[in-house]
């Protein structure tokens, strides 16, 4: 870490942005039995993340000191080596309302100075009472509870990276942040970006797929979070990080 | 009024002869009650008593193909809509007022643009695709590809609506190049206003052309999607044209009668025009080759009883003859087109994208070729 960033530095008074990240993500935990110890595990899917969320704490930094009430902070949890217990933390996150975010896996790691936020337009873009129809679609009330409940929570967190986007004007943001909505119409995507701007963020790049395969478009994008909440299935995407 | 599924695709003349007076929008009130994802639910909630209240179906594959199997245009939002006034705030007051500026006027629809005849033709012959092959996603599939700032979606998203455009699929890349998003669509052909962007995209091997905002239009069919291409540098490569710009028109008629035999290499918009034909075909099929909706024109300057033989057979060759082969003999091809009336002509040269474009015919560039090095030279326009 960066000692210019250290969690010291970051108020304690609840307002900075605590994002918590499976040993997993950070490191490549899979090759643990194959490298001697005294190696260094291999950097995992998060690495690339944590540098982009350290470009972005530095420069709010570098903007003014009173901006430490801003900052992330990254929390390492370390109990998560088994598989299931991994998806049991995706789960119990989801269970107890914590917001859980998807990690995407980079395929290069020069994307350390800006940090990309992708937001799922099919969430954020359905009201409470469209949810309900999402039923005739094979979700379950528990599904839908779910939804509402991740709704409410990415609204603080869209909220909080709102408050650090206008820190930085539209050129060179190390914060960039981008909608894709996968199979809700034009007017999802619309009420998507309308409620976005009511929670004070105006996203930078926004995609509808209107049904096509998202695949391609994020190979492009390559966003370091995926706000997706399991409305719909990402492939390649592999639940490893929860915020 | 109240749109109905079956209404759009069949109860509706999806081609009427005469434009309905309200045809560039002012409907708008038919979609606001079709708003939401699902078919059963707008935001509006109005409780459901007819089985499917939805124009526009997203899911299903149905009405939105996959664009690995639909004929994909991409087009920018530039050329899709009038945008001089925005460009002007842009250019004189900054990114962050132009950004404002839009997000004050979103509820304000944009004027049609130069491409918007062109998009409305080919949303005209996939209805009737529709008609003929309800279980097909061999259509027409308009996906708006801007590197505008999603600021400006809501507007944009506003203006489809108020124009009832059936475009569900855009991209809004914030700044950064859309080039990449144009294969990740599987694009057939891309329409732009900024000449780099489809220089671009055809060195990316993407069939592209820049448009211009014509100072005057004429109508064009509501029937019938008419597409019009010059020969060299467009639908075949280069190669000719060279000769001619190197050497002269004789060195050229030598060129071409020594290779009458050897077929043309394709040029950057051949892989449309074998989209097109792909298409005409599925409507010959059942009994439509007569009143195709697609209809296609080769518009050379090469001459019939020379050097257009060779372009005829190279056609022929690929399978892909032009319903209409016009050989002008170095002719001008404005008079002409202006008697074809296509929703969009392609050239290579901009003195005959000019020349079009005067006569009110809407004229895309494919800046493509060693006619790029020659731009506006009259002597250019020869008979070859």
Same mark, same amino acid.
């Given at each position: 870490?960066? @000692? ?7 108020? %304690? ?22 490298? @001697? ?26 903007? *003014? ?13 370390? %109990? ?18 914590? @917001? ?56 603080? =967190? ?6 650090? %986007? ?11 942040? *981008? ?14 970006? %309308? ?11 926004? =995609? ?30 592999? @639940?490893?990080?929860?915020? | ?66 664009? !690995? ?7 920018? +939002? ?11 705030? &842009? ?9 404002? #500026? ?34 097909? !996603?061999?259509? &027409? ?39 990449? #998003? ?38 064009? +069919? ?6 019009? &291409? ?23 008629? !030598? ?28 409507? #010959? ?20 009883? +020379? +050097? ?65 090095? #020659? ?10």
């Amino acid at each position: 870490m960066d @000692p210019k960033v250290t969690s010291a530095q970051i108020e %304690k008074d609840g307002s900075a942005l605590v994002m918590a990240v499976s040993c997993h993500g950070m490191f490549d935990l899979d090759s643990c039995n194959v490298q @001697p110890d005294s190696c260094a595990l291999p950097k995992g899917a998060a690495f690339a993340f944590i540098k982009a969320v350290q470009t972005v704490n530095q420069r709010l930094l570098g903007l *003014s000191e009173k901006n430490k009430t801003l900052l992330f902070e990254v929390v390492l949890l370390g %109990k998560d080596c088994e598989e299931h217990i991994k998806l049991n933390i995706f789960d119990s996150a989801k269970h107890y309302g914590v @917001p859980a975010a998807l990690l995407y896996q980079q395929a290069e790691q020069q994307a350390i100075n800006r940090l990309k936020v992708l937001f799922s337009g099919d969430l954020i873009g359905l009201s409470a009472d469209s949810m309900v129809c999402l039923k005739d679609r094979g979700f379950t009330d528990v599904h839908i509870q779910n939804f509402k409940a991740a709704k409410e929570c990415l609204r603080e =967190f869209v909220v909080r990276i709102g408050e650090m %986007k206008r820190m930085f004007g539209h050129e060179g943001s190390p914060l960039h942040t *981008s909608l894709m909505t996968v199979w809700g119409s034009r007017d999802v995507c619309a009420s998507a970006l %309308k409620t976005l701007r009511g929670w004070g963020l105006d996203v930078d790049e926004a =995609f509808c797929l209107a049904g096509a395969t998202c695949g391609p478009i994020l190979a492009l994008l390559q966003p370091h979070i995926v706000w997706d909440n399991g409305l719909h299935n990402l492939k390649g995407v592999a @639940p490893l990080l929860s915020s | 009024m109240t749109l109905y599924p079956g209404q759009v695709m069949k109860g509706q003349n999806p081609m009427p002869l005469t434009p309905p007076p309200n045809s560039n929008g002012d409907s708008n009130d038919s979609w606001d009650e079709n708003k939401g994802f699902c078919e059963s639910v707008g935001p509006t909630k109005k409780p459901q008593t007819e089985p499917v209240r939805r124009a526009r179906k997203v899911e299903g594959g149905i009405f939105f193909p996959k664009p !690995e199997n639909a004929v994909t245009i991409a087009v920018s +939002s530039r050329v899709l809509f009038r945008t001089e006034k925005e460009q002007k705030v &842009f250019e004189e007051k900054g990114v962050e007022e132009y950004l404002n #500026y839009q997000v004050q006027h979103e509820n304000e629809p944009l004027a049609p643009g130069p491409a918007f005849p062109f998009v409305k033709a080919l949303e005209a012959v996939n209805s009737q695709l529709r008609e003929l092959y309800p279980e097909s !996603e061999e259509l &027409f599939d308009i996906v708006l590809v801007t590197y505008n700032h999603a600021h400006v979606g809501v507007r944009l998203i506003n203006t489809i609506n108020h124009h009832n455009l059936f475009i569900e699929r855009f991209c809004m890349t914030g700044g950064s190049s859309p080039i990449g #998003y144009l294969k990740a669509w599987h694009t057939n052909l891309y329409l732009s206003a900024d000449a780099e962007k489809v220089q671009e995209a055809l060195a990316e091997g993407i069939a592209a052309a820049t448009m211009f905002m014509p100072e005057k239009q004429v109508e064009v +069919s509501e029937t019938q999607l008419r597409v019009a &291409f010059d020969g060299d540098a467009v639908l075949f490569s280069d190669e000719s044209e060279r000769i001619f710009k190197a050497h002269g028109l004789d060195k050229f008629f !030598e060129h071409e009668r020594e290779n009458e035999h050897t077929l043309l290499e394709h040029g950057p918009l051949k892989g449309f025009l074998e989209a097109l034909g792909k298409l005409q075909k599925k409507f #010959y099929a059942k009994g439509h080759r007569l009143n195709c909706p697609i209809r296609t024109y080769l518009v050379t300057a090469r001459s019939a009883a +020379s +050097s257009g033989i060779r372009a005829l057979k190279t056609l022929r060759a690929w399978g892909l003859e032009t319903d209409e082969a016009l050989f002008l003999a170095g002719a001008p091809k404005g008079p002409m087109l202006e008697k074809i009336r296509p929703h969009i002509y392609f050239d290579d040269q901009m003195f005959h994208i000019e020349g079009a474009a005067e006569r009110g015919t809407i004229a895309a560039h494919v800046p493509y070729g060693i006619a790029q090095m #020659y731009s506006h030279r009259k002597s250019t326009n020869s008979a070859k």
